[in-house]
Structure formats: structure tokens, C-alpha cells
């Protein structure tokens, strides 16, 4: 038996040139190396230059993603962008990506679930291309939160960071059951109820502005340890996997406590976890591909290992995918 399946060809990343480091924002706000390392596990992270918009780093990114895949942009009928800090109100951002790789079919679109959004992109795209409607997508992650930071505020501004990472999938006939490549599973979770704890306080409708991210970091920390292992523990249900089958866990770059905490609560190896966020610090929406990317990159991730991701954002959003490589 066979089935059609979202098969991962080819991954790529962008960072901004300039590296902010912990030394520096210690300079700037009242914290401290070692506050931020011991709460956190982030040393530094990289900040989008003037002029330097999300769908540059979007576009780069998919660039390399491209031809990692051995792709023509041409060959790509999909494009979603996921991403809380687009140019502009509208277009989306996916459509400057879209003309600059020359692209003038298909469709493109941006998705917005804050930093589940690569999740909720990577999931959209698995329903286009398993329905047979496209062949061929980018998914890509894009962030300047940088843009929406107090930097006065120590307790946020610390934790997040610039940059872009995609992937090329493509619909293939692959073989039914786990054994099989592509996208095995997916499970997604929204809960409004939380808003609070994690929000931007302003919006085009709300204030005309577009405000500063506001966080209630003991609260997010609180939930997300057991909404991640939530989505994690529902995708080896559906396939009959378990954590001693993974052969890497790659999870939202949000802070090294809650990755290894969730890691822990799962009883998945250390060894077995991709970290980044200690040199990208929180890109959001970014912080996965980016992640995948380094792990393909540096030989760790090969062809036919099994792969979990997971993610939490705002909202509260929360999601995983689990992908045969």
C-alpha cells in the first residue's frame, strides 16, 4: 500500500548580520549574563538591520532552501509564510517573497500563530499537498521581532531575536505506515483564554499602532511543559511510535528550561534534542527551520530518521508534527 505524502526535500536559513550579545543588552537594561544564561539558556542573538525587513530574511532563506532541494523557485506552486511581524498590514509578506524568486503562479499567503506558526504552516501545507490540489511548497518561518521589543523591558527584550528559516516539501507517493517518508502526523490546539499572559498591545484595529510585546513569563512557563508533551504524546497515538523511536526532537527555541523539562516529562534523551536557542535566542516563528536547518546541516539529521517538532505561542497556540526525514 501507498500513500501520498509531504516529503521534505531540502531546508535553508538566514540570519541577520549583527549579533547582539548578552554582554551587550547588560549595558543597556539592568540584567545580567548570568541572569539571562541561568534563566533562559541564551548567550546571543541576531537583530535585523535598518532597513532589513521580515521577506529579506524570508526570501533569503528560501533561497538556500532551494537549492539545498535541488528546486527551481518555478517548480513551487505553494507558498506560506508564518510570521507576527510581516512588512506591512497587507500584502502578505509570501507575495514579496513570491516576485522575488520570480514566482507568478500558485499561491502564497502569510499565517499568523505566533511562535507555533511554523507548525501551523508546515500542518496547511501537508492538507494542500496531500489533497493533490499543489505539488510543490516553501514553508518558511520569518521574524524581526526585534521590531515589536520594549527594550526596556529586561524581562522580554532578553529573550527573543531576528531571523528566517524554510523548507521545500513535495507530494510523493511514499510508503504506507511510519516506514514511509514525509509528514506522519500532525496535531494542532488554540485557547484564546490565555491571551493575557503572552500578547502585543497594540494593532491596527485595537490601537493603530503597532505595540510592544507583553509577557507574564512565570504563566507561560507554567503551561507550556504540559501543552507541549500534550500535542507530542497525541502524534505517537496516532502512529504507534513512542519517544524511544525518535531519532531527534527539534522544539520551539523559546528557553532551555522548558525544552528540557519537556524533553524529561517525555523521557527523550538529551543527546537526541537540537538546541539553538542559546546563539538564535526566541525567533518565533523562525526558531524551528532555523534549527532544522543547523541539525541537516551538521550531518545530524539524515535521510529516513524520525523526526518530532513542537511549538507554543501566543494566543495560547500550540502544536506538533512528526515527519519521517
Not at 501507498?2 to 549583527?18: N, W
Not at 505539488?135 to 521574524?143: D, F, M, P, Q, S
Request: aromatic fraction near 6%.
Amino acid at each position: 500500500m501507498v500513500t501520498l505524502r509531504s516529503v521534505v526535500l531540502g531546508v535553508g536559513s538566514h540570519l541577520p548580520a549583527r549579533i547582539l550579545t548578552n554582554a551587550e543588552l547588560a549595558g543597556q537594561v539592568d540584567t545580567s549574563d548570568e541572569w539571562i544564561v541561568q534563566r533562559t539558556g541564551i548567550h546571543q542573538r541576531h537583530i535585523a538591520g535598518e532597513g532589513e525587513t521580515t521577506s529579506d530574511l524570508a526570501f533569503h532563506a528560501a533561497e538556500k532552501a532551494l537549492a539545498h532541494a535541488g528546486v527551481a523557485a518555478t517548480d513551487i506552486d505553494l507558498i506560506i509564510l508564518a510570521t507576527s511581524t510581516p512588512d506591512r498590514t497587507f500584502p502578505a509578506s509570501a507575495t514579496a517573497v513570491q516576485m522575488r524568486l520570480g514566482i507568478t503562479h500558485g499561491v502564497a499567503f502569510d499565517l499568523q500563530a505566533v511562535c507555533s506558526g511554523f507548525i501551523f504552516a508546515l500542518t496547511t501545507a501537508d492538507k494542500f499537498l496531500r489533497s493533490g490540489s499543489h505539488k510543490r511548497a516553501l514553508v518558511i518561518g520569518a521574524e524581526t521581532f526585534s521590531r515589536i521589543l520594549d527594550w526596556e523591558d529586561r524581562t522580554t527584550c532578553v529573550l527573543f531575536g531576528d531571523g528566517a528559516g524554510a523548507i521545500v516539501l513535495e507530494a510523493q507517493e511514499q510508503p504506507d505506515g511510519i516506514a514511509g517518508r514525509g509528514i506522519l502526523t500532525t496535531h494542532l490546539r488554540s485557547d484564546g483564554r490565555h491571551t493575557s499572559k503572552l500578547y502585543v498591545d497594540g494593532g491596527p484595529s485595537l490601537t493603530g499602532t503597532v505595540g510592544h510585546l507583553r509577557m507574564e513569563g512565570r504563566e507561560v512557563f507554567k503551561h507550556a511543559v504540559g501543552m507541549i508533551t500534550d500535542v507530542m504524546t497525541d502524534a505517537y497515538a496516532a502512529t504507534g511510535t513512542s519517544s524511544a523511536d525518535l531519532d531527534w526532537f527539534v522544539p520551539h527555541q523559546a528557553n532551555k528550561r522548558i525544552i528540557d523539562a519537556s524533553a524529561d516529562k517525555l523521557k527523550i534523551d538529551r543527546d537526541k534534542v537540537v538546541i539553538t536557542v542559546d546563539r538564535h535566542g526566541n525567533t518565533s516563528a523562525a526558531s524551528i527551520p532555523l534549527a532544522l536547518d543547523v541539525a541537516v546541516k551538521d550531518g545530524r539529521i539524515q535521510k529516513g530518521h524520525l523526526v518530532m517538532l513542537e511549538a507554543m505561542g501566543g494566543g495560547f497556540t500550540w502544536g506538533s508534527a512528526l515527519l519521517r526525514w
